[in-house]
């Protein structure tokens, strides 16, 4: 199966070592001080494992202090089956009925 590969990478500040653990833990930031500058909620990491987990794959953290930051998420697609739609059927309450349909677009 693909497993497609999204990468988003910085050369910011980095995040130490020791600091990386606790990010994927929700409301925590390296740095308590960024969210001052920045904003954020600390969520989005802990969201983005999350949905990264329901579909198979994982996220994953590049990063020491002073020379920036990768993150890496993969997951697993599987081919969607074809579906033939079929055409719906209008609501038997205006079956007969003669309508105006009044659209802008041509």
Do not use: N, W
Not at 7 to 19: N, Q
Not at 35 to 54: D, E, K, V
Request: charged share 20%; net charge neutral.
């Amino acid at each position: 199966m693909p497993r497609p590969r999204i990468a988003v990478s910085d050369t910011g500040i980095g995040i130490p070592e020791h600091l990386q653990a606790g990010l994927f833990t929700a409301y925590t930031q390296a740095d308590p001080s960024i969210r001052r500058l920045y904003g954020g909620s600390g969520l989005g990491l802990t969201i983005c494992r999350r949905l990264a987990g329901l579909m198979g794959g994982e996220v994953r953290l590049h990063s020491r202090g002073g020379e920036g930051t990768r993150f890496e998420v993969e997951v697993v697609l599987e081919k969607a089956a074809a579906v033939a739609a079929a055409a719906p059927a209008p609501p038997a309450g205006i079956a007969g009925l003669r309508l105006l349909i009044v659209d802008p677009d041509p």
